[in-house]
């Protein structure tokens, strides 16, 4: 629907795929902003025992959340990066051209993304 209300700037056929992501993207960070204003999620103490199946499919909620959680809590300019790169699977010219900025910028931005995410998660196992 945004890209629809916005077709009249869509750029060339060569730049419409970036445009694309980058409406998707800001929508996407709107939310999970929007989310995390409304309640802070807490994650379980302890995960139920289960069998394989369930317990992986339980690991992959709990990473979403971490990874919800971690990316809400990155600046904008990282925000962007990471859900390009880790969650759509962009790879880092892809970001780069998606984004205007340099691959070098990308790769600056997700090694700073990494280090916020290490002191976060060392700050959480302390709690």
């Known amino acids: 629907m945004r890209v629809h209300r916005h077709i009249q700037s869509a750029p060339d056929d060569a730049a419409a795929l970036g445009w694309i992501y980058r409406i998707s993207t800001n929508y996407c960070l709107n939310l ?40 809400t809590r990155a600046p904008e300019k990282l925000q962007e990066v990471a859900v390009l790169y880790y969650l759509d699977g962009l790879e880092q010219e892809q970001v780069a051209e998606t984004l205007g900025i340099s691959r070098r910028t990308v790769i600056n931005r997700l090694q700073e993304f990494i280090e916020r995410s290490r002191k976060f998660i060392g700050k959480e196992e302390l709690a």
């Open 32 to 71: 999970l902003r929007d989310r995390a204003r409304a309640a802070e999620p807490t994650a379980p103490d302890e995960l139920p025992e289960t069998d394989g199946a369930a317990l992986s499919l339980d690991l992959r909620f709990v990473n979403l959340d971490t990874a919800q959680r971690l990316i």
